[in-house]
């Protein structure tokens, strides 16, 4: 092929050289990125291919469906939590089993702190040595840092020059050192850096902060959850009863001393959100007003659920209210039902996977997953040593989800593009206030748009949403004392925990705002047990190969036209890549009822 | 071999003044449930000793190892990757990537030849010719038995590196075996550290007391450190108590829930999993899942995903005599891990001449 024009509007050209990146790093799970870039060294060409594939949902197959929510958390521990929040909606969606308030609470308060955790750690500890140059830091006036701090950031109390002297410090001696550790082989010559130093050593001074920090905002994970990592959850509830003053309470899951100890964290996270990591993201952000591109499908084409409720159960409270935008037609936001077949399908035709007929797509429900690892006749390479992969063939372990047969892009961009143009007040004026600030700080007189649409902007909604949450936690915790207050102190609805209480086949669906956009699980249960299990996962939307019609997905559609300093040095790339926020084990889970077919062992 | 500075060295180097080094001394004894008088020994080998070098592995998981270990509060991650480590490959924080980033593993290779230290997170598939979990465009099966023929010594982190976990669960689809199980991995002492994830503080602590002493923790003849795994959660869980009255938990969140009453008969499976989470706890002794209301699901054991449900209620405890009857079941767990016991006795004899050696020097 020469060029190639997508449905979605992208003019593929792979005549250009060739750029492979395996492993891409700082993400979660495995993945692949090659690319064609012209003469001008633009981006004409872009194949995202997942290069991990685990099979849980064969395995979930038979199993009880009150352990689901333990097997599907171990989809991903980065995101630890909201693929077992996501089962036990499912489940108790089947089973028509309402959970009380205080449960609801809880479980609310758990998703917005992974909301949190998930992306602070992203944006220091994955996302911002794609910005960030350590290096860059050691020339870096500490006086001139302690200003920058004083300006963006006034707030924060760590800001004095010889606190930024002491980190600079300390970089400087472990730079020295010659063991550079997790920062060895980085592009830290290369021009796409644009930071004056002393913002790289405000950077580098809060991925250390955050670094401290992170490890206790999930503590509410532990109290609610009893660990963090993959914290515990239960179909009908939460598992952490309440018990404020009556015997033992001392030894209760919950009391006063721990809901205390939980609103601790709350007001950390609110802190951190408010005095570090918005100003971080705006003055970076200015810093690269002329690198605003990235935008791919988000400027286009988005898709959430809607989350947040303040009713449990009822949509209409969504503080995040869900549906699609195509087209970048904000006047028209149409809603999106996980129970129609015809809205969400997964397609395989570029997949490592088989379907009877691979021009159609199949819903969840009645989602098939038969693992078909092979290559097109243009690889270059073997079959076990893939120099470079033929897109026109299957070329990945991802599925290709699509609404109504549209790409669409997932994540914190997608949910505030929708929650803005819906008319949200919260949202509207975060947005406001940040664009003034870009503005401000960059010297430019930029509309939302321009702004938002871009790969920094996929990286600024994530911390808008971060922010966001921080203050929905302060509104769940005086909501859930409010309801201990006025005597409600239930946390489990156990009236239909008995199999024996259950319908003969049910099926029920269960949707949540992961960190990486719209999760859903679809579950069949049959005489108890689980008759199939399908995850369609935010990655998976996001890293979708192509379709049958030819659409590309969201990391694909992203790269298109992004210009990088250097063909060999994938800065541009990974920048643009982990402004999704890749998890690539949660998106190459997957497997259906059909699975258990193909295990034939051939031991190497 | 190059010459590697020492823990010391570095700390010192890095600005961090003598006396907080001595405080992270006595931090890391308190850790590793040492007495405060072991504080100056540990900040003797850490002013001697060198540092190490890691290549830390990633193969079919959910990286919430990783996740755990970036928890840990003493020593605090920061200073581990700073200070303690020289953390050189680890595709999850590294900032190179593709090329840039695998040549990193031939450099170490070629530096650092039976010095350092492989750190396996998630394990390798064998169906689909390995592809199912691919790296620099090869199985990572290559990858993992190339780098353990050149290392010291191997962390199995997780259950996951150390047991096969969930991806292992039956029916198993892509074949996927823990390191020790791995057709072609290098004859070297594994010291597997299990859990999902293990507890961020345990595996710190691992790493501290390998540095601090030279040589592998003591193993169990499963290959897990003693000092973490030789005691079940039920041991010494602060509901023990209730246990012996005969006060359980009937159903969740009835009144005995609300008590803090043992939680055995809803499924929890303390009395068989041997681990550090009712003693070190979680996310600095934060609390643990049984504090927190729901039981053990035993995710420290050897297929603990296909024992029955989580909620079932063990059989063959017996409320006195308990100790015996989780003894069986302890004995029966490491008859199933069998294929495995030949590296394991390797591991030990190594740790025997490791600790022999150790004794002649002083």
């Known amino acids: 092929m020469s060029v190639i024009t997508t449905p979605n509007g992208y003019n593929l050209d792979n005549s250009g050289q060739r750029v492979v990146i395996d492993p891409v790093t700082r993400i979660e799970g495995h993945m692949r990125c090659e690319v064609n870039v012209d003469s001008n060294n633009v981006i004409t060409n872009a194949v995202s291919t997942g290069t991990m594939w685990r099979g849980l949902e064969v395995i979930l197959k038979g199993r009880d469906p009150r352990d689901a929510w333990a097997f599907v958390e171990r989809i991903c521990g980065v995101c630890t939590g909201c693929h077992a929040l996501t089962s036990v909606r499912a489940v108790e969606d089947a089973l028509d089993i309402q959970i009380p308030k205080n449960a609801f609470l809880i479980r609310e308060m758990m998703a917005k702190t992974l909301q949190v955790h998930d992306h602070v750690v992203h944006f220091y500890h994955l996302h911002a040595l794609d910005w960030v140059n350590p290096v860059n830091a050691l020339k870096a006036d500490p006086k001139a840092t302690s200003k920058l701090q004083q300006l963006t950031g006034p707030n924060h109390p760590l800001s004095s020059p010889g606190y930024f002297r002491d980190v600079q410090t300390r970089i400087r001696k472990f730079i020295e050192s010659g063991q550079l550790g997790p920062f060895k082989n980085g592009y830290w010559d290369n021009p796409a850096y644009k930071l004056p130093p002393e913002a790289d050593l405000m950077a580098v001074a809060h991925y250390l902060e955050a670094l401290d920090l992170q490890k206790e905002f999930v503590k509410v994970h532990t109290v609610f959850g009893g660990k963090n990592p993959h914290p515990n959850y239960l179909v009908g509830g939460v598992p952490c009863a309440i018990n404020m003053d009556g015997d033992m309470s001392a030894g209760a899951p919950l009391n006063m001393e721990r809901l205390n100890f939980v609103k601790a964290r709350i007001d950390e996270m609110k802190a951190f959100n408010d005095n570090v990591y918005i100003p971080d993201v705006l003055a970076i952000a200015s810093f690269y007003k002329k690198q605003l591109w990235g935008g791919g499908l988000g400027a286009k084409s988005v898709m959430d659920y809607g989350a947040y409720p303040t009713v449990n159960y009822d949509k209409s409270t969504d503080q995040l209210p869900g549906g699609v935008i195509l087209d970048d037609n904000w006047d028209n936001v149409m809603e999106i039902d996980p129970r129609d077949p015809e809205q969400v399908q997964e397609f395989v035709n570029h997949s490592w996977y088989k379907y009877p007929d691979e021009n159609k797509g199949l819903h969840p429900w009645d989602g098939i997953t038969e693992p078909n690892y092979e290559l097109g006749p243009d690889t270059k390479g073997t079959r076990t040593n893939i120099q470079e992969i033929d897109e026109n063939a299957k070329y990945s372990w991802i599925k290709a989800p699509r609404w109504r047969g549209h790409a669409v892009e997932v994540g914190p961009l997608s949910r505030y593009t929708l929650a803005y143009a819906q008319g949200s007040k919260y949202v509207q004026e975060q947005v406001h206030r940040s664009v003034a600030a870009f503005n401000a700080l960059a010297g430019t007189d930029l509309d939302a748009k321009p702004i938002l649409q871009s790969t920094i902007g996929r990286t600024l909604a994530r911390a808008l949403e971060s922010q966001y949450c921080g203050d929905m936690l302060v509104d769940d915790w005086n909501s859930l004392i409010g309801n201990i207050k006025a005597g409600d102190t239930a946390t489990a609805n156990m009236e239909k925990w008995d199999p024996a209480t259950w319908p003969k086949e049910a099926k029920g669906v269960g949707v949540t705002a992961a960190p990486r956009g719209g999760l859903g699980h679809w579950i069949k249960i049959k005489d108890g047990k689980i008759e199939n299990y399908q995850c369609v996962v935010p990655s998976t939307w996001n890293g979708s190969p192509r379709d049958p019609a030819g659409n590309i997905g969201a990391f694909e559609a992203s790269l298109m036209g992004t210009p990088v300093e250097r063909a060999d040095e994938p800065v541009e790339i990974l920048r643009n890549l982990h402004s999704f926020d890749p998890c690539l084990a949660c998106s190459t889970h997957v497997m259906s009822e059909e699975g258990d077919e193909i295990v034939s062992a051939k031991v190497r | ?362």
Not at chain 2, 91 to 107: L, R
Not at chain 2, 122 to 151: R, T, Y
Not at chain 2, 209 to 238: N, V
Not at chain 2, 331 to 345: E, K, L, N, S
Request: glycine share 8%; net charge neutral.
């Open chain 2, 1 to 362: 071999m190059a010459k590697i500075e020492t823990f010391y060295e570095v700390m010192r180097r890095q600005g961090i003044t003598r006396r907080s080094f001595l405080k992270y001394c006595s931090l890391t004894a308190a850790s590793l449930g040492l007495s405060p008088a072991f504080a100056p020994k540990i900040a003797h080998a850490m002013e001697t000793k060198p540092r190490l070098p890691v290549l830390w592995l990633h193969g079919l998981e959910c990286t919430c190892c990783s996740e755990s270990f970036i928890r840990s509060a003493h020593p605090l991650a920061k200073d581990v990757i700073l200070s303690m480590l020289s953390l050189d490959y680890d595709d999850t924080i590294m900032a190179a990537a593709g090329h840039q980033a695998e040549s990193i593993i031939e450099e170490t290779i070629k530096k650092y030849d039976g010095e350092f230290l492989l750190a396996v997170e998630g394990n390798a598939p064998l169906n689909q010719d390995g592809m199912s979990m691919i790296i620099a465009g090869k199985p990572f099966s290559e990858q993992l038995n190339h780098v353990s023929k050149h290392c010291k010594a191997i962390i199995s982190w997780g259950s996951c590196a150390s047991w096969g976990c969930v991806q292992a669960a039956s029916p198993n689809p892509t074949k996927a075996v823990p390191t020790h199980n791995h057709p072609g991995i290098a004859n070297k002492p594994i010291i597997k550290v299990p859990g999902c994830p293990p507890i961020a503080e345990v595996m710190t602590a691992v790493i501290a007391y390998m540095i601090t002493f030279e040589k592998i923790p003591e193993l169990d003849r499963q290959g897990r450190p003693k000092m973490f795994y030789s005691q079940r959660i039920h041991d010494k869980c602060y509901r023990r108590p209730h246990f012996d009255a005969g006060q359980f938990v009937e159903e969740y969140d009835d009144e005995y829930a609300r008590k803090g009453y043992c939680l055995y008969k809803v499924g929890c499976k303390g009395p068989t999993t041997y681990n550090a989470c009712s003693t070190i706890r979680w996310n600095e002794g934060t609390s643990f899942p049984i504090q927190a209301g729901h039981g053990c699901i035993g995710c420290s054991e050897d297929g603990f995903w296909d024992k029955g449900s989580f909620y079932d209620r063990l059989s063959g405890i017996h409320q006195f005599g308990v100790e015996s009857n989780a003894d069986e079941v302890g004995g029966t767990a490491a008859a199933i891990v069998g294929g495995a016991v030949a590296v394991h006795a390797a591991a030990s004899a190594i740790q025997r001449a490791t600790r022999k050696s150790d004794g002649q020097g002083e």
